[in-house]
């Protein structure tokens, strides 16, 4: 799917996708760290 | 409106919705996924308590129906827009999530064994769509996107593709609407077929993720069939993603040497580039759940987290699917794309009976 969003002289810029990784990581980290016990469905 | 929000998806990357913007269309995507959940729940209560014979319809499939009815009948208000089109972020977020419910020695059978489909599937999709194109009198570009569109990951590749071959915005959109009309028959029409042929799961998994184009139809798809088919079909396309990168650096330098695009600098950049970052957080996922970083309950967590991110994508395809817009974008291309797709179809179908015959699926 689609890449990076922008690099270059200005910095890195995170893309949508590395942000939806960084969010399900830190996602899978509370539920590591047991902030959420129980994710119910 | 499909064509709408694909071009404010190219130009979002130049100027991001304010997260103010995104909150009216994220709480339409999960209010209507809600309702399909419920509405799932309540018929199968209420034919249960009265003794009907009712067939259980999965909450997939109301998500979508529900977003059709509302895209399709009412008009949705222009403040839902900018939320709507963040169903993709939450497909990837749910793709990077469900890695917890693949064991890593699993991840690398199935996704082996889908890779090598993949690379036979892209090989003869590009063939034949090239084919269709000259045989169709469609531009040569136009050829290109069609071309990357039905044989790696839908939206996206064309998107990606779009920038590298410095293909006409126009040209994207037909592509991008052919796309997209054809994911939602593909919707429809692979699970009955897939009931016909009485395929198991992993078979039917495998072959939506091979067969149908974008990424959120893919897993619709296969989560119309089943639990399992879902998880197989995101496998199975998260591999075929995986070769994005590769098809449009083919593609940018086919077109650099004839001079209609910009030359590739840096081809290892360029691949880093295109390549989907969800494939590794889906991996990584996957890896610290084989090393056992967590619990039973935990993984339970994880895996329904990735149920409700799936939740908002599926209310998103049936809110960003308008019939009147696709049937707008011109008969050609969807022909084209059409025929492309029966074709890959039957093709892919074939690979996966062979496949499942081989390593019994």
Known sequence: MS??????????????????????????????????KKIPW | MATSIAVSKVESEKTPAKIFD????????????????????????????????????EYVLW??????????????PKI????????????????VLLGSRFVLADVLKLGGISLALVVIEISLSLVLMHALGRAFHLTPKLTSLLAVGSSICGVSAIIAAQGAIDADEQDSTFAISAVLALGALALFSFPLIGHSLHLSDGSFGLWAGLGVDNTAEATATGALYSDAAGKVAVLAKTARNAMIGFVVLAYAIYWAKRGQAGAVGNKAGFLWKKFPKFVL??????????????????????????????????????LR??????SKQGLRPFVVGALGEVLIAALTLGLVLGASRIWGL
């Open chain 2, 22 to 57: 995104l909150v009216p269309g994220i709480l339409l995507l999960a209010g209507v996924g809600y309702a399909g959940k419920s509405l799932e729940k309540f018929l199968n209560t209420y034919a249960k308590a009265h003794h009907w014979t009712f067939p259980n319809i």
């Open chain 2, 281 to 318: 957080g889906f991996l990584a996922i996957s890896l610290l759940v084989s090393l056992h970083s967590f619990t039973k309950d935990q993984v339970t967590s994880l895996g329904n987290l990735s149920r409700w991110a799936f939740l908002l994508t599926f209310a998103g395809v049936g």
């Open chain 2, 80 to 95: 839902f827009q900018p939320g709507i089109a963040t169903y993709e972020f939450w497909l990837k977020v749910g793709i």
């Open chain 1, 3 to 36: 890449g990076e969003v922008s690099s270059g002289r200005k910095g890195w810029k995170p893309s949508l996708d590395t942000w939806a990784v960084i969010l399900a990581l830190a996602l899978a980290l509370l539920v590591r760290a047991d902030v959420f």
């Open chain 2, 321 to 326: 699917t308008n019939f009147r817009q696709l």
């Open chain 2, 63 to 76: 998500a979508i129906l529900i977003g059709l009815v509302i895209s399709n009948v009412l008009t949705v």
